[in-house]
């Protein structure tokens, strides 16, 4: 049997089928939503079937990529419910729980700025408390330091 250039087989398609299934292959690879270490895959089919006389096949050709499926995300969700209509209201807890105040919150302050909370010196970036100890203006309070 002579060689069969698989490169020019079926008009060039399986090549095309395997070049584009390697690239998807590669950006899945890549793409950092995936798991690094999963296994990815391309199988490659080709299809015989021959006339009755067998003097004549018509052969298919396909190629299917496996690749790692997206990471899945995970989210917190709180929910409450009106007692009054009994409406369920469902938010998603980011950063904040819904409704809770952050110290930017208050009008007028920008970040960087030291404001004053319920009579005490907060800064605004950290949320600490600062005190006025001994003439240091502005001193954050360090809990983890032992006083002698």
């Excluded at 292959?25 to 391309?42: F, G, L, Q, S, Y």
Aim: aromatic letters at 2%; a negative charge; zero cysteines.
């Amino acid at each position: 049997m002579k060689h069969i250039n698989l490169e020019a087989f079926a008009n060039g398609e399986l090549s095309r089928q395997i070049n584009r299934d390697l690239e998807t292959v590669m950006r899945n690879i890549v793409d950092p939503n995936t798991e690094a270490k999963a296994a990815r895959k391309i199988v490659v089919t080709i299809g015989f079937k021959a006339n009755e006389q067998r003097n004549f096949i018509t052969t298919s050709v396909n190629s299917k990529p496996t690749v790692a499926p997206a990471l899945g995300a995970v989210t917190a969700l709180g929910v409450q419910q009106d007692l009054t209509n009994g409406e369920i209201d469902v938010a998603e807890i980011g950063n904040q729980i819904p409704g809770q105040m952050s110290v930017t919150d208050i009008p007028g302050v920008t970040p960087g700025a030291v404001v004053e909370v319920e009579g005490k010196t907060v800064d605004v970036d950290t949320g600490e408390i600062v005190e006025n100890q001994q003439g240091n203006s502005n001193k954050v309070v360090d809990l983890r330091r032992k006083e002698a």
